[in-house]
Each structure stands twice: as structure tokens, then as C-alpha cells.
């Protein structure tokens, strides 16, 4: 018995729009015209045949029509659907124009000699890391591409200034301690670590990456190493940073230090601050013929001084740093109704100036670190560890201050968390205390502009040479601002910096 074939409807399907409800009664009675299809007569049937041809070429004929009407529904769906988005399109906000001045950003930023290891503290800020966690990264950069100024073996300063808390916090080394005779302690890595695992946002690991790869893989030298290779020579440099003949590496040559990659691997590893730099002070000492090491690094997180005055108040660093003098010249400045003095006498030509490397790093709130580090001679004592590609450094002075180390943040309000906030720090100059404090009054005596609901002086968005220290070395400044954060130097172009 045959079976009954029923029409078999095909409707199109529309997406519902506005203007589609009073067509949609129509559009259905015009789509619904039934394609008789019959999927179980025999192939001979009369119904299955269209003008004479065999079953098999209905159904292909059949088939292609359906495809048509699918086609032309579509069309007919994506016309209305651009129709729609012009539509839509045209009510939409112009594309963002909007811009900034050069070292001005949104978000963070951060300034060091170096433009490889501003860079890598510029990707450490965009992947979800802090200013603590740009600066560590960045200072470890350092110590490894500007072996001449900073390193491992190096001494450091730190002034960390929390939006959120409204206060600062000092990273101390403590006093120069002597690990053999004519060699300063190495207190680089503890130091780093103790900073990082009580205000660092990414894994300690993640920090170390970049560094070690650079010291693996190999670096280009820069004008300032190069200028100190040139002006040093290269005795106990080689051979990682001679030639095959002796002579100093130039502008542009590749250095690596696969011996100080492998220190920073294992101090990747170190779990907590007080291990970080074991390992390095272990092979130090096997060097250098020790049973032990005759002192450890004791680096501590204090906080930072104070100073209240008219325009804001003051952070800074505690002693063994120049932090203490900058304090004291500055609270005489202000008070005494007599001409300032002199901050910046003429230089002595036995002046020496100890050699350091800076960095700063702000957010758009208002956090921001200022880090300074010294070997306090160009590539310090000279003596390179041969198990670690570490460079020693000269202070050894257990009661000598830490000259050089004087960073300074100052913030508008004591009690706004949303108050401007600006951050100096410098290198290059011999007597650093009277220099910043020279700096920092020549920048509260510029004109200031005025918060439209505080009434308050905000700090400039850049350093002029007015603010230098005395016209030596060289001064970083980093502030936020009006929800930005905003980076320059002095001498203008001197230290890249990078943002986002």
C-alpha cells in the first residue's frame, strides 16, 4: 500500500527586527508555497518526474532549488543587517584622538640609563607587574648590561612610596661590610628579594627572566659602557668584555656572561630573601680561598624619613644614606630668613665622584620607587669573580655614609590618596645630599600650578636645568598627576624611558 505524500512547507527564517513586524504576515504568505517532495514513492512514480526526466534528476533539480531560495535569504538577511549597522554606525563617538606629551602616560612608566632595561620594566608594568616588580626587574637589567656602575656585587638604596597607605618605606643595605679584604659584601640579591616579597606583584622568577637571558644570549654595549671600557682599559674585564686581542669591546659589540646567567637561574630559585644570594656568596668565597663568608648581607625595610613643610611632605632615606644631611640642609633653607647659601660650590680638582646607577618607576595613582645602587668606583674593585661573572666592589668602609644614596619623593597632601606626588633621584655628583637639595628648591621655586579643589602646588610634569644637580650628573624625575604618570631627566634624553 502506497503511502500518502504530504507537502512538505519551507519558510524563511528571518531575524526579528523592528520594522519587520507589519511585513511579517505578508512575508510568510509568500514564502510558503510548497515544494512537493515525496521520499517514498517509487522511482517510477509520476509525481517524481519534472518535465520527463528520471526520479534521481528531480530530486537534484529540487535540491538546487532549495539551495536558490537559501542563497537569496541570506543576502537578503546580511543587506538588511549592513543597512542596519550604517545605521548604527553613524550614531557612533568619533575614534579617539586623544594624546599625550612626550613621557606623559596612562597608565605607568619608568626611566633608567639603560634602554633595554627600561623596555624590560615596561613589559614586566603591561604584564599585569607593579612598579615594585618593573624596578627589581629593570635594577637587575642593570647589573647585568652596565657592569661599570652597578651589579651584583653592589650596594643598595630603595625609597617605595605606597598611594594607598599615603606613606613611604626605605630599603636599607645596611653598613658596607667587607667579604675579604679591599672587597665590598655583595647585598644586590637579598636586598632585590626582601623589596619584591613584601610589595612585588609577579613570581620573583619571572623577574629574573630577561636578565639572564641577556647574560646568556648576549647584549649590545652601549654608549655608556663602552665610554667606561674606553676610559678604565680592561684589566681583570677579559675576556668578557675584551677582544680576542685585548682590547676593550666598542659601541654596538655583543658581550654576554654565561658564568653570571648561571648565578641568576639558581637565584630564581631561592624561596625567600635570605637564600637569594647564598649561592652567589658560596662560590664568592671558593673563589676568593674562604672557608665561610666573614660577614651576610642584612638588608632591612624601614621607614622612610620624614620632613612636613608648606608644600607637601618629604620622604626620604635613613642613615648610613645622605638622607639624614639632605633633611637638615633643607629644614636650614627653609627657616633661615638670610639668603640661601651656596649648595653648589665649585668642584675640587681631587673631587671624587662615586659611580652609581639610578631608576625610577611610577603608576598613574601615585606609587611609584626610586632605586640606587653603587660600586662605588667604575666597575668597582675590579676583581671579577671567575665562577660568577660578578664584579666586587670597594666599599668597604663599615663607617663610611652611603654619599651617593639620596632619593626623594614628594607628595602634595599627607592625608589625599589622590594627591600629586613627585619623585627625585640622582647620580654623578659628589657632595649628592646638597645637590638635591639644590634640586628640589629650585623646583618648589618655580611657578606652580594650582588643583582647581585642593588650591595646592602640583609638581611640574618635567625637571628644567634649573632643577639639575648643579649642573652635574644626572637627575631623574617621575611624578602623578591628573591620573597620569609622567617621566624626564636632566639632561634631557639622557636615561630612556618607556610606558604604557
Given amino acids: 500500500m502506497e503511502a500518502t505524500a504530504e507537502p512538505v512547507l519551507y519558510h524563511k527564517l528571518q531575524i526579528w527586527e523592528p520594522n519587520m513586524e507589519s511585513e511579517e504576515e505578508e512575508e510568510e504568505e509568500e514564502t510558503s508555497e510548497p515544494l512537493v517532495l515525496s521520499l517514498r514513492r517509487p522511482l517510477d512514480a509520476p509525481g517524481n518526474?519534472?518535465?520527463?526526466?528520471?526520479?534521481?534528476?528531480?530530486?537534484?533539480?529540487?535540491?538546487?532549488?532549495?539551495?536558490?531560495?537559501?542563497?537569496?535569504?541570506?543576502?537578503?538577511?546580511?543587506?538588511?543587517?549592513g543597512s542596519l549597522t550604517g545605521r548604527l554606525g553613524s550614531m557612533a563617538p568619533p575614534a579617539n584622538v586623544h594624546s599625550h606629551p612626550t613621557g606623559v602616560y596612562h597608565h605607568g612608566a619608568i626611566i633608567s640609563p639603560a634602554a633595554i632595561c627600561s623596555h624590560l620594566g615596561q613589559e614586566l608594568l603591561a604584564a599585569g607587574g607593579n612598579v615594585v616588580?618593573?624596578?627589581?626587574?629593570a635594577s637587575l637589567c642593570l647589573a647585568v648590561v652596565h657592569p661599570h656602575a652597578t651589579g651584583l656585587g653592589a650596594m643598595f638604596w630603595g625609597l617605595f612610596h605606597n598611594n594607598s597607605s599615603a606613606n613611604a618605606t626605605a630599603l636599607t643595605s645596611g653598613p658596607a661590610q667587607?667579604?675579604?679584604?679591599?672587597?665590598?659584601?655583595?647585598?644586590?640579591?637579598?636586598?632585590?628579594?626582601?623589596?619584591?616579597?613584601?610589595?612585588?606583584?609577579?613570581?620573583?622568577?619571572?623577574?629574573?627572566?630577561?636578565?639572564?637571558?641577556l647574560a646568556q644570549e648576549g647584549f649590545l654595549v652601549d654608549a655608556s659602557l663602552a665610554r667606561a671600557l674606553a676610559t678604565q682599559g680592561t684589566k681583570g674585564l677579559c675576556p668578557l668584555f675584551c677582544h680576542a686581542d685585548g682590547t676593550p669591546l666598542g659601541l654596538g659589540d655583543r658581550a654576554t656572561n654565561p658564568k653570571l646567567a648561571a648565578v641568576l637561574r639558581k637565584a630564581a630559585l631561592a624561596p625567600t630573601p635570605a637564600l637569594a644570594g647564598d649561592e652567589l656568596l658560596n662560590l664568592l668565597s671558593r673563589d676568593l680561598g674562604l672557608e665561610e663568608p666573614l660577614a651576610r648581607p642584612t638588608?632591612?625595610?624601614v621607614p622612610a624619613l620624614q620632613f612636613s613643610m608648606t608644600q607637601g611632605i618629604l620622604f626620604t632615606t635613613p642613615g648610613p644614606s645622605a638622607g639624614p644631611e639632605l633633611l637638615a640642609l633643607l629644614k636650614t633653607a627653609l627657616h633661615s630668613r638670610e639668603p640661601s647659601p651656596d649648595l653648589c660650590p665649585p668642584l675640587l680638582k681631587n673631587t671624587v665622584t662615586p659611580v652609581s646607577s639610578i631608576l625610577a618607576t611610577v603608576d598613574s595613582s601615585g606609587t611609584m620607587l626610586l632605586l640606587t645602587s653603587s660600586l662605588n668606583s667604575t666597575f668597582g674593585s675590579g676583581h671579577m669573580s671567575p665562577s660568577t661573572g660578578v664584579l666586587l666592589s670597594d666599599l668597604v668602609d663599615r663607617s663610611a655614609t652611603s654619599a651617593w644614596a639620596c632619593p626623594l619623593i614628594l607628595r602634595v597632601s599627607s592625608d589625599d590618596t589622590e594627591a600629586d606626588v613627585m619623585g627625585l633621584v640622582a647620580s654623578g655628583t659628589p657632595r649628592m645630599a646638597r645637590a638635591m637639595t639644590h634640586a628640589l628648591l629650585s623646583h618648589l621655586a618655580r611657578p606652580q600650578t594650582h588643583t582647581h579643589q585642593q588650591h595646592q602646588p602640583q609638581p611640574?610634569?618635567?625637571?628644567?636645568?634649573?632643577?639639575?644637580?648643579?649642573g652635574q650628573g644626572t637627575l631623574l624625575q617621575v611624578a602623578a598627576h591628573a591620573e597620569h604618570s609622567h617621566v624626564s631627566s636632566v639632561p634631557s634624553g639622557c636615561c630612556p624611558f618607556q610606558g604604557f
Wanted: net charge positive; proline share 9%.
Fill in 133 to 137: 616588580d618593573a624596578g627589581v626587574g
Fill in 178 to 213: 667587607t667579604l675579604a679584604p679591599g672587597l665590598g659584601l655583595p647585598t644586590a640579591l637579598p636586598a632585590l628579594h626582601l623589596l619584591h616579597a613584601h610589595f612585588g606583584h609577579l613570581p620573583w622568577s619571572h623577574l629574573l627572566m630577561g636578565p639572564t637571558m
Fill in 299 to 301: 638588608p632591612t625595610l
Fill in 460 to 470: 611640574q610634569q618635567g625637571p628644567t636645568d634649573s632643577s639639575s644637580t648643579c
Fill in 49 to 81: 518526474k519534472v518535465g520527463g526526466l528520471p526520479g534521481a534528476w528531480a530530486r537534484l533539480v529540487a535540491a538546487l532549488l532549495l539551495l536558490a531560495v537559501s542563497c537569496s535569504l541570506a543576502v537578503r538577511q546580511l543587506q538588511r543587517r
